[in-house]
T-cell receptor, first 112, second 112 residues
Framework: DAGITQSPRYKITETGRQVTLMCHQT?????MFWYRQDLGHGLRLIYY???????DKGEVPDGYVVSRSKTENFPLTLESATRSQTSVYFC???????????FGPGTRLTVL | DQQVKQNSPSLSVQEGRISILNCDYT??????FLWYKKYPAEGPTFLIS?????DKNEDGRFTVFLNKSAKHLSLHIVPSQPGDSAVYFC???????????FGTGTRLQVTL
């Protein structure tokens, strides 16, 4: 399917486990972003990528790792999940960083 | 430090009336502003944007106004429709930073 997809849509894990959230886009957009949405905070940028093999930290990067070996994929890994990482995670992509961003449907992650 | 603020967490408006959603920002380097709309269990979708060189941008029922001296922007929806019920996020970016800064969102409910 064309567009931007995220998997899984829902995930429950335990404290200390490693979790990887997947993001895939079919537009060949250069830029990709990971956000988390929490009540009272809106959307906060975790990491972003300007192109394959180029990534940079956002506002709340601690506890997260990203990679971008291919333009279309931008996985987000929680190396050792904590309860404070319970959130809804959104991936987004754009042609350039000044263009509108297109968001995926989100992944709801619960860390017990 | 919340650089983009949406001080009204919620707003209720009757169908057919005008909805006005407000957004304030503190960073004078912001030069491009966007509004996103988000339905439950979906990712945000781009609605309308405005450059700092303009004070108004209109797209159908949606108009965004920018008051740079007051560091304030507003989104007007006229007439409001039940399908407009969603969470609206204001976002801003600078000409140099490759990332959007989002507000905390305003939940709009359009009643019959």
């Amino acid at each position: 399917d064309a567009g931007i997809t995220q998997s899984p849509r829902y995930k429950i894990t335990e404290t200390g486990r490693q979790v990887t959230l997947m993001c895939h886009q079919t537009w060949s957009h250069s830029y990709m972003f990971w956000y988390r949405q929490d009540l009272g905070h809106g959307l906060r940028l975790i990491y972003y990528s300007a192109a394959a093999d180029i990534t940079d930290k956002g506002e709340v990067p601690d506890g997260y790792v990203v990679s971008r070996s291919k333009t279309e994929n931008f996985p987000l890994t929680l190396e050792s999940a904590t309860r404070s990482q319970t959130s809804v995670y959104f991936c987004a992509s754009s042609v350039f960083w000044t263009n509108e961003q297109f968001f995926g449907p989100g992944t709801r992650l619960t860390v017990l | 430090d919340q650089q983009v603020k949406q001080n009204s967490p919620s707003l209720s408006v009757q169908e057919g009336r005008i909805s006005i959603l407000n957004c304030d920002y503190t960073n004078s380097m912001f030069d491009y502003f966007l509004w996103y709309k988000k339905y439950p269990a979906e990712g945000p979708t781009f609605l309308i944007s405005i450059s700092s060189i303009k004070d108004k941008n209109e797209d159908g029922r949606f108009t965004v106004f920018l008051n740079k001296s007051a560091k304030h922007l507003s989104l007007h929806i006229v007439p409001s429709q039940p399908g407009d019920s969603a969470v609206y996020f204001c976002a801003a970016l600078t000409g140099t930073a490759s990332k959007l800064t989002f507000g905390t969102g305003t939940r709009l409910q359009v009643t019959l």
